[in-house]
């Protein structure tokens, strides 16, 4: 099987039930920033893998790498019948990363201002994926006022561009290096 098919020249595509979309659609934009936001996730992953003491954070990475997928699945089908057969997400990852955030923000000192990103590389990887689940999700909310979605996909998206934020405080933290405030 060829990895071109051509038939996208034309500016549409098709969603996994096979119903012709327009490339421009919000549907598209939605779940191709998941896809680049994926892409980012495993770059972060790549970069903690290189610093020992953050196999837990890794791990957790590779499972929001998976809800990612299952969230994408979803949104680019159209049928709610076939959606049903298809991998999804509930409330439970929204659960999962709150508890990680509570137990992160027990370990961090008190915040006092905004952070601007930077620090460690893979704390500012971690601030772009922030930037880009929050593009996601302003892109969901498009999209649900349009087409209400069966799926916890906004909160979904709005936890995680938190958790981003607090894994890039934790990251430079357990590293020694300073957050940088801004101090206006």
């Known amino acids: 099987m060829k990895i ?13 039930d096979g119903s012709p979309i327009s490339k421009a659609h919000i549907r598209l934009e939605v779940y ?4 680049e936001l994926n892409s980012h996730v495993g770059l972060l992953v790549g970069m903690l ?26 949104l680019a089908c159209s049928d709610p019948e076939m959606a049903k057969k298809l991998p999804t997400i509930n409330h439970e990852p929204l659960k999962k990363m709150e508890q990680e955030m509570d137990l992160w923000d027990s370990e961090l000192p008190p915040l006092r201002n905004f952070i601007l990103p930077g620090g460690h590389p893979a704390s500012a990887q971690a601030h772009i994926c922030r930037t880009i689940a929050r593009r996601a999700e302003r892109a969901c909310v498009t999209l649900e006022e349009q087409t209400p979605l069966d799926l916890p996909a906004t909160p979904f998206l709005n936890r995680l561009s938190d958790h981003f934020y607090m894994l890039a405080r934790r990251i430079n933290h357990r590293l020694k290096i300073d957050n940088i405030e801004w101090k206006p």
């Open 32 to 35: 191709g920033t998941l896809d």
């Open 49 to 74: 893998d290189a610093e020992s003491i953050f196999s837990a954070e890794t791990t957790s990475l590779k499972e929001i790498q998976i809800w990612l997928f299952q969230l994408g699945s979803q």
């Open 4 to 16: 071109y098919t051509k038939n996208g020249d034309q500016g549409k595509t098709s969603l996994v």
